[in-house]
């Protein structure tokens, strides 16, 4: 049976950002539609000042910020490899520490290359805190079988990284406009870091419905019900995905292999809602009078998934209802929901069509329970562009994330 939907009067919780005194908060830049990570630099519990956070923003390549939120470092993308083919185009970014690279432990920012269907990799100095390209010159396409089904742009979209305990690190990477996911072990190459694919994955794209109907999602035609949002918890090799217009899957990493049956564990508000790609409109259209019941909590799409781990079972799985603007919040260990928050205007915008998340409970300089940082899809107020009109705005939302401890 579909999970019980919540009362409708329930509020979700306003995370203010005007109330500095608990929840201090920044912004960050104009930027692309970025996933962020953060990264605690260099090894040393007193160097906690020297953090960073690491994004993506899409055509514009690598964005790097303190934790002030000042950009320290941009990185551009790979150019295209002929005059008619797709530039670099960076989707998402994760972490791995600790990879042994040229006799060394090297911590890296692991890129989705959706423009070039690649990973690529960027070593962290832990002096100089400046990222270094490190990928090796021949890395084979994630998915495609040639340069032709590049330019398709079916690609490497969404990322999360994991370090089995036998020191393996693995990536596990969602192909956009389609339900597939790739598994890929990084491999250092003379001094630089490669991959090799060790294991794939296709969720449905049809679904049985308890009233005996099949389902669907809509999605562009030609296209596949998507997953982008993922994270992998470090602890235990369970897999969280979000296919963006079904639900929350949940299965397992082990000995760079996925176990068993995935599960859905949550499902869209809109699961069993007929929709119809309009081309007039170039979007679905969904027929809520013909909501049959059956849907979960989030409001599509599920976008941005990221741990806040107080504990080697104990934390929160944070989940970005992007339809609704709110994130929702499960137990770690159960699954359990825990409730829901929303990044509301303060002293400055809140944040709204969220396309990633990233925290840590690790607390740092202004940040004493932690940081959370949430990409802000529509920025205000407007930033004019050069002919004065309104330019589309995104950047990122600074959060002390002690509020979630305990939830």
């Not at 185009?89 to 692991?110: H, Y």
């Not at 049956?261 to 809602?273: F, N």
């Not at 609704?324 to 409730?339: E, I, L, M, Q, V």
């Not at 205007?345 to 932690?370: K, R």
Request: hydrophobic share 30%; with cysteine.
């Amino acid at each position: 049976m579909p999970p019980p939907r919540p009362p409708e009067k329930k509020e979700p919780r306003a995370v203010r950002k005007s109330d500095r005194k608990n929840l201090p908060c920044s912004t960050t830049p104009p930027a692309g539609t970025p996933t962020p990570t953060t990264r605690r630099s260099g090894c040393k519990n007193t160097d906690r000042a020297g953090s960073l956070v690491v994004a993506t923003a899409k055509n514009g390549g690598l964005r790097v910020y303190d934790l002030a939120a000042r950009e320290r470092q941009a990185l551009g993308t790979p150019p295209a490899p002929g005059p008619d083919d797709e530039s670099g185009r960076f989707n998402n970014v994760d972490l791995v520490t600790g990879f042994r690279l040229g006799g060394q432990r090297a911590d890296l920012a692991v890129v989705t290359d959706r423009g070039r269907d690649q990973l690529r990799f960027y070593r962290i100095d832990p002096d100089t805190r400046l990222l270094t390209d490190v990928t090796a010159p021949d890395v084979p396409f994630a998915f495609s079988r040639d340069q032709a089904e590049v330019n398709e742009q079916r690609t490497a979209y969404g990322l999360g990284t994991y370090v089995d305990p036998a020191g393996g690190a693995y990536v596990v990477v969602s192909r956009r406009s389609t339900p597939e996911v790739g598994v890929f072990r990084l491999v250092e190459r003379a001094g630089r870091v490669g991959y090799r694919p060790v294991d794939r994955l296709t969720l449905p794209s049809t679904f049985n419905l308890p009233d005996g109907t099949v389902w669907s999602p809509c999605t562009d035609p030609g296209d596949g019900p998507q997953v982008e949002g993922t994270v992998v918890d470090p602890d235990t090799g369970v897999v969280h995905l979000a296919q963006e217009k079904v639900g929350l899957w949940r299965t397992r990493l082990a000995g760079g292999r996925l176990t068993g049956a995935p599960a859905l564990v949550e499902r869209v508000r809109e699961y069993g809602v007929p929709a119809a790609f309009d081309p007039a409109e170039d979007d679905c259209v969904t027929d809520h009078s013909a909501d049959p019941g059956f849907g979960g909590r989030i409001a599509q799409d599920v976008e941005g998934l990221t741990i806040y781990r107080t504990g080697r079972s104990a934390g929160t799985l944070v989940v970005s209802s992007q339809g609704d603007d709110t994130f929702h919040t499960y137990d770690r260990r159960t699954g359990r929901p825990t409730g829901r928050f929303a990044v509301v205007d303060g002293a400055v915008d809140g944040a709204q069509e969220c396309d990633g998340a990233a925290v840590t409970a690790t607390p740092l300089p202004g940040f004493p329970g932690g940081l959370l940082v949430v990409h802000d899809g529509r920025n205000t107020p407007d930033t004019p562009g050069e002919d004065g009109e309104a330019r589309p705005d995104t950047d990122f939302k600074f959060v002390d994330a002690g509020f979630l401890r305990g939830r």
